[in-house]
């Protein structure tokens, strides 16, 4: 399992934000500083509050509305849940940061959360990219 910290500036309006994207919000684990955020059995969010989350770091924490400091990828089967994912983001309130992309054996998409996380969603046909990179070889 991976679990990813993030840190937010307000716990309540993020988990909403990843509700509306297709997270499912895990109570148990979450509190008035704290959501955890479920997308797979094996891959969680936890959107923790900048005051939180400098509990467990002593170096600086990022603005990630200037600074990059993580981009986040998602796989897809299909490129419509790509789409899907990136207008739910934008509905939500996130930023698309460019066009679609299509290289023939992959479509990707990227946006931030509300705080300026990067994501990019992205479907990956293997046999596609094989034909192709061993075409180039």
Not at 4 to 33: C, H, Q, W
Not at 44 to 49: Q, T
Request: proline residues 3%; aromatic residues 12%; charged residues 25%.
């Amino acid at each position: 399992m991976i679990f990813v910290n993030l840190p937010v500036a307000n716990a309540a309006a993020a988990a909403t934000f990843y509700e509306a994207i297709g997270f499912t919000k895990n109570e148990m684990f979450s509190n008035d500083r704290a959501s955890a955020m479920v997308w797979s059995d094996t891959i969680n969010v936890m959107l923790l509050e900048r005051d939180f989350y400098a509990t467990f770091t002593t170096k600086p924490i990022i603005d990630a509305k200037t600074t990059s400091g993580v981009l986040l990828a998602l796989n897809f089967d299909a490129r419509e849940e790509v789409d899907a994912i990136t207008q739910a983001a934008l509905a939500a309130g996130g930023r698309e940061l460019h066009d679609p992309e299509d290289e023939g054996f992959m479509y990707s998409r990227a946006f931030e959360d509300l705080d300026g996380h990067g994501w990019g969603p992205f479907m990956m046909d293997m046999t596609a990219a094989e034909a192709q990179f061993s075409d180039e070889g």
